[in-house]
Structure formats: structure tokens, C-alpha cells
């Protein structure tokens, strides 16, 4: 199906028909029905099974999903591997989710896709998701351009998860920490086992969670093998560099001294490390050290810590839970303490706390907090926001627009001050066009 123009539907129509399904990952925690796999493996079935006509690296957790998916897609494409990619949520176009060598789907084939898998809903007992439909999409779409792997993201929990119809070869979970408990929870030990439903018999697990109750959890899934950080697999050494970080990562299989992540933030090492095992689990042998680096010398993680202005410094972050908020925090005082005091764009979904988010992203170098809705229907509104700010002694101002927020940020902030975009990827998504839309009319 890739580089043809499928007759039918167009992008607009393909949009409109997502638009009207119902959006799971924007409605407001706790009115979802009992969760099923039920509709996506019958839409499966009726699609020929596509998810197993490769084989899938299937990623969870709590944080660091994307870019750990990210990084295992640029590691298994220098071993010159075809590789499709699914992640969640986009940033900017859906097209972002679906990705074929690193490149999003093109407009038509998205529309033929779409439009495929519309035609099979009258077959189904109930309509499906948003996220289904992609996800269908997805799997559908790896199979029609014959990738060689499919690096899959969780969208949410993982036992649960549409993505979940697949049979990983290697299952992959970053971490655990306290995020959609309302739906997951309440515990972590909760949470743990949710994530854990992607585990299946034969696979592989690399394990980036080190709590030692909560590891058990995942080990009691019955996967055939474990790599466990700081076991397996370990960051040996971590060190700031310029526009990134050096790091030594061990696997079962090798030592990779001094590579280079141009990326910022320390837990970006600990990433990579997972990326590197969970790619050497699948090939079932190291991989070459120049590889490596060719592969993590050309990483980009949009949204992530991306320096997107330099006078004024203006970062986008999609810190979007508290123990996310902690690592960025964590990252500006290593990385950009010289950039200070900042001025911070903060918007967030429910039911995130916004005073808890303050104080896990630091208040005492900020000047300023410019609170916004992100553009979704779990926004907490930007006077909530505005107000937990003006209790922790901040002066705060309210805008009714990403855009509006950004450009108050960027008037307000000398040249050599620090604006940080952060709270929720659909607020960095937002903002990031909004500053590119600046840059194309000056």
C-alpha cells in the first residue's frame, strides 16, 4: 500500500471518521466501560491477523516509553533491519504514530488505512476505539510494507492495551511509578501487573524496573528469559557532554564505552541501556560499537527536553506525571542552571494535581508561571493551574491559547533566561507549532 494513492477517502475524511469515535485517551478517567480486547482481536481476525506477520518489540511503563522506542528503532534500522514504529500519544499530526523507517505514514496511505478498517465496522458487534482504529491501522500497515520488526508503544497499562493483540518476541517495561492509578491502580504493585499482561510465554523481558516487589511481579508473568537492570544490563557511567550525554552501557553481551546520546537529561542513559538490550535480546548477539554510534548520533526525541530557541532558551518537555516532572527538574539544574531564573508554560490533564507538579519541577529558580489549558478535554483548567502557583509564591498569569501562552512567555523572557514548555505532550505538541508558525512569519 505504501506510494500509492488509495481511491476513496481522503485525509480530511480520514480525520473526520477518528474525530468521531470515541477518543479514550481524551475522556475523563473512570467513564470507560469494563475494559476488552474483544473488538480488536475480532478486527484482527477480519484483517488477516497482520500482527503476526512479523515479529514485535512491545514496549510499557510508566515513563520513557517514546524515546526508549525511539532508540530501539534507530538501533534495529542500522542493522539494517526495515522497521515500523507505533507510538502514542502525537505530538502534532496523527500521521506521527505510524512510522515506516523512521518516517511518519504519508497523508493518502493514512487515509487508505483508515478507510479500510471504517469498511469493517458494520462486521463488529460495537463500534470501535480511536485507538483501536490506529492500532489496527498500524499492525495492518507494517504487514502491507513488509517491515522486518515492529517496535510497538503501549498506550496505556498494557494488559488491556489494543496493542496488546500482538505476541512480543521481546517485551520491554522502562519503569513503574505512580501514573493513572484512578484506572490501573491504586498500588504500584497494581499497576505493575497491569503492565506486566503484555509478558507473554517465550518472550524475552528487559526489565528497567528495579524495585525488587515490584520486579517479581513482572518475573511471575512467565516470560522464557529476564534481563534486569543493574543485573543484565546496567548504565555504567553517565556523563554530561555537550548538547548531551557520554555514557557506558553493559549488556549480557557486550561493553559500549563512551557513546554519545544528543539528547538532554540523565535518565536519558538509563533509556539507551534498555534500548541496547532489549535490540541485542532481539538479534540474539551484541551489536557492532560503530553501529551503536552511528545509530545514537542520529537520535532525535521531539517533545523531550528539544531545545527549540536559544535566545531566549526555550525548551519543550513532556513531563507529564510528577516522577517525569522530578527527572526534568533534575535535568535543568545540571543542564541549563545558567539559563535562570525561568519562566514556565505549564498545562496539564486531569487528574493530575497541579500543585504536586509544581513542586516536582522546582519553583525556587521561577519567575514566572504562565498557565494554560492544553488543547484536550482533560485539561485542568489555567486557573487551577494559576492558582497552585500563586500558593507556592510564584507570580502567575493565565493565557486562553497555547499559542497566546507562548508568545507572553517569549515577550516576557530576556535573552538570557530559560522558558520551559511542560505539564502535558499535548501542550509541547501545541506550543511547537505555535513557535514554528512564529518563525515562518518572521
Known sequence: MAGTTPA???????????????NLEAVVAGVVAQPTLRRIHRLMALMGDAQRAYPVVHLTGTNGKGSTARMITVLLAAMGLSVGTYTSPDLERVNERLAWNEEPIDDDDLAGLIEAVAALEPLLDEAPSRFEVLT????????????????????????????????????????????HAEILGPTLVDIAA?????????????????????????????????????VEFAVEANRLAHGGRLVDVRTPGASYKELYLPVHGAHQADNAAVALAAAEAFFGRPLP????????????????????????????????NPAGARAAAATLAEEFEAASPRILVLGMLRPRDPAEMLEALGVAGTRLVVAVAPPSPRAVPAADVAAAATALGVRAEMSASVAEAVAL??????????????????LVGAAGAALRAVETNQ
Open 409 to 426: 512567555a517569549h515577550a516576557e523572557a530576556a535573552d538570557t533566561e530559560m522558558v520551559l514548555v511542560t505539564g502535558s505532550l499535548y
Open 136 to 179: 489496527a491501522a498500524a499492525y495492518r500497515w507494517f504487514a502491507d510494507v513488509a517491515v522486518d520488526v515492529a517496535v510497538v508503544e503501549v498506550g496505556l497499562g498494557g494488559r488491556w492495551d489494543a496493542t496488546n493483540v500482538a505476541d512480543a518476541t521481546v517485551s520491554v517495561v522502562t519503569n513503574v511509578s505512580a501514573d
Open 289 to 320: 560499537l560503530d553501529l551503536v554510534e552511528a545509530a545514537f548520533a542520529r537520535l532525535r526525541l521531539p517533545g523531550r527536553m528539544e531545545v527549540v530557541s536559544r535566545q531566549p532558551l526555550v525548551l519543550l518537555d513532556g513531563a507529564h
Open 194 to 230: 497491569e503492565k506486566a499482561g503484555i509478558v507473554k510465554p517465550g518472550a524475552l523481558l528487559v526489565l528497567g524496573e528495579t524495585d525488587p516487589g515490584l520486579a517479581g511481579v513482572f518475573r511471575d508473568a512467565g516470560p522464557a528469559q529476564v534481563w534486569e537492570r543493574d
Open 8 to 22: 476513496g477517502w481522503a485525509y480530511s475524511d480520514a480525520l473526520a471518521y477518528l474525530d468521531g469515535l470515541v
